[in-house]
């Protein structure tokens, strides 16, 4: 009774959005663009960077978690390689942070591949296991390397992106833009993924992998490829992370709880979906800012809410399922369209 | 030479205890398929509440009793209310992993509240009861010596309980298939409880253990060895009682050796190090059994 109600409300609300998406699309990036003349503080405008910053991660894990269900305790760690490759890079070889930034969601993408080889061998929770492993093993080689990562001291004064001359900063927007970029680039991007014919696929293993076999889909093949996108997203996130950081990153930057918290932001804004991991991100990166005069009770309180949000709504705030129509993918509608043809000849 | 064979002593005794943190794993991941993140708080948990009542006088022995159960109540509180309905209501999976992480937020931040224990570095009480044994240049600490056996003997007992008890049996059906369990008259909610009980139990006690042999507690004391002890539980096998002990010893000992030769940065991935290798080579643990899906 209680869903019917709320589907009463939710059709109308999205046939609005679908009906009008391009008028608001722009509204909505046009005020999104304009945010840093609104003269927010310093804070402020950190707070939104790291909402976007987290939608983004969010958004990596969850073209794993999402479209084909495999949960990664261990994202924390490709965050950490996108992060420590773009900075090694540019500040030891003097690369400039675009290159850098590509080459460092790569070589993430690459060990995203490697750690997505178990698959042939391992499913479901005892790959979640590996990632968990694999997050830790990161972690172990950014502290004893220190030839190269500089051990626990971190890498300091790595220099902010550049733009035709022009430096990227907090105070003058840039860092903002950036990751304003980013994210709607990685948002479209899963969004194309999610329409494919690949996209479909991995979500025909998320809800049923033996079904999906039988139908003749190389389950293995399709998981590498979930794992090397997410990777490749998250990194690119870290890469971003290691210019935003006062120019500092070090290895208690990317320890489990920041893969604990990236899978709390795909979890409580709405696996699957995209808006969601906006959502989410805002949600659990406000929360600690907004309740602060609960000092440390408001972790106490933080994990109380996880656990009441999945008592009373496990598919996220904004989980919900569409009630548009299927829109049919093209070659499928071809199909059709010929079959109907071939019906009036007959 | 002494050096390592200490390094072995000390991975052995460490081992043992990391071995009775991973069986509270392993029985939950038999029964619920389950990675119950609230065990490591349970485990600081337990060692907080023997420094509590001890620091209230009421004599170590009697302490360490009180601590066990109230772990024991605490790990039984957290299926009955956050777990329980999800399984009523057949949530997801992942539904019951998150509730897990928030329950261990709650826990473990609720420790370093201010008005509770605060963020701070306790001392802890030595278990160092009698003197340690010099064998030539060799020191084997009595608390090592106490750590070991006292393992053993509840890794024994927990292993009589699962084997040859009534509820043991219970336990094993329902690890099996909840659902003919419950059709041969098995309350399988109160197995699940039951297990969770036992696991609280022997976290607490191995908090004890760990935290008089190292002598300092903080509230997040359980996070990586919680960790730690679920890597020993996967590499032994899960579900397999004797595999966690292999498993805990196994990496108890690497760790040790590690953390010896290659420095205190190595010390605590080394677990994950062993598992993956283990995974890739055995899918299932050491003495894992190969599990059969079915249409």
């Known amino acids: ?346 | 030479m002494e050096t390592f064979i200490g390094a072995v002593i000390n991975g052995l005794a460490l081992g043992m205890a990391y071995a009775l943190i991973a069986v509270g794993y392993s029985m939950v991941f038999g029964v619920l398929r389950l990675i119950n993140f609230a065990h490591g708080s349970i485990y600081a948990f337990g060692a907080y509440m023997v420094y509590f009542f001890i620091s209230i006088q009421v004599g170590l022995f009697w302490s360490i009793m009180i601590a066990i159960v109230l772990s024991g109540i605490l790990a039984m509180l957290v299926d009955k209310l956050a777990l329980e309905p999800l399984r009523k209501k057949q949530s997801i999976p992942i539904a019951s992993l998150i509730t897990t992480v928030g329950v261990s937020f709650i826990i473990q931040n609720g420790l370093a509240l201010e008005q509770v224990f605060t963020s701070e570095k306790k001392g802890f009480p030595s278990l160092n009861l009698f003197p340690n044994i010099m064998i030539g240049n060799l020191t084997i600490q009595s608390s090592q010596i106490i750590m070991f056996a006292v393992a053993l003997v509840l890794l024994a007992v927990l292993s009589y309980i699962v084997n040859k008890t009534k509820i043991g049996l219970s336990m094993r059906a329902t690890e099996q298939n909840a659902r003919a369990a419950s059709l041969m008259g098995v309350n399988t909610n109160f197995v699940i409880s039951f297990t969770f009980f036992l696991g609280g139990c022997s976290a607490a006690i191995a908090g004890t253990l760990i935290s008089g042999y190292y002598q300092i507690i903080s509230p997040t004391m359980g996070a990586t060895i919680g960790l730690k002890a679920f890597a020993a539980a996967v590499v032994g096998g899960i579900g397999v009682l004797y595999g966690s002990v292999v498993g805990g010893l196994v990496v108890g000992v690497v760790e040790c050796i590690a953390a010896q030769y290659l420095g205190s940065n190595v010390r605590d991935p080394m677990a994950f190090v062993i598992l993956i290798l283990i995974l890739i080579i055995k899918p299932n643990g050491l003495f894992g059994k190969k599990g059969v899906s079915k249409v």
């Not at chain 1, 084909?68 to 992060?83: D, E, K, M, P």
């Not at chain 1, 709607?184 to 079904?211: H, M, P, Q, W």
């Not at chain 1, 996130?237 to 006062?246: E, Q």
Request: charged content about 10%; glycine content about 10%; hydrophobic content about 50%.
């Open chain 1, 1 to 346: 009774m209680k869903e019917k109600k709320s589907l009463n409300l939710l059709a109308p609300f999205e046939s609005f959005v679908d009906k009008f998406k391009v008028p608001l699309s722009i509204l909505v990036g046009a005020f999104l663009i304009a945010v840093p003349f609104l003269g927010a503080s310093r804070v402020a405008m950190r707070n939104l960077v790291m909402i976007f910053l987290y939608a983004m991660l969010g958004m990596g894990l969850n073209v794993l978690l999402g479209y084909v269900g495999q949960v990664s305790l261990g994202h924390a760690g490709f965050y950490a390689i996108g992060a420590y490759t773009s900075a090694i890079l540019t500040t030891t070889y003097g690369w400039s942070f675009w290159t850098g930034a590509i080459a460092g969601a790569c070589v993430a993408a690459l060990i995203g591949f490697l750690l997505g080889l178990p698959t042939l061998r391992l499913s479901g929770t005892y790959l979640t296991i590996v990632t968990l492993g694999f997050g830790e093993i990161v972690l172990m080689v950014l502290r004893q390397w220190e030839s190269v990562t500089n051990g626990n001291y971190g890498i300091r004064s790595i220099p902010v992106p550049e733009l035709f001359g022009w430096e990227l900063t907090l105070s003058n927007g840039g860092f903002y833009w950036l990751i304003l970029f980013l994210s709607t680039v990685t948002a479209i991007a899963c969004y194309t993924i999610k329409n494919s014919n690949a996209g479909r696929t991995l979500i025909a293993i998320k809800e049923d992998e033996l079904a999906a076999t039988m139908m003749g889909i190389k389950t293995t093949r399709y998981k590498i490829l979930a794992f090397v996108v997410s990777a490749f997203i998250t990194g690119l996130a870290g890469a971003y992370y290691s210019v935003i950081n006062n120019g500092y990153i070090e290895p208690n930057n990317f320890v489990f709880n920041y893969s604990i918290q990236i899978l709390s932001v795909v979890i409580v804004g709405g696996m699957g979906t995209i808006r969601g991991m906006y959502f989410g991100s805002a949600l659990l990166m406000m929360f600690p800012q907004v309740f602060r005069f609960l000092n440390q009770w408001r972790f106490v309180i933080y994990g109380l809410l996880l656990v009441l949000m999945m008592q009373f709504r496990p598919q996220g705030a904004l989980g919900w399922q569409s009630t548009l129509p299927y829109k049919l993918p093209r070659r499928a509608k071809k199909a059709l369209a010929e079959r109907e043809k071939a019906k009036t000849v007959q």
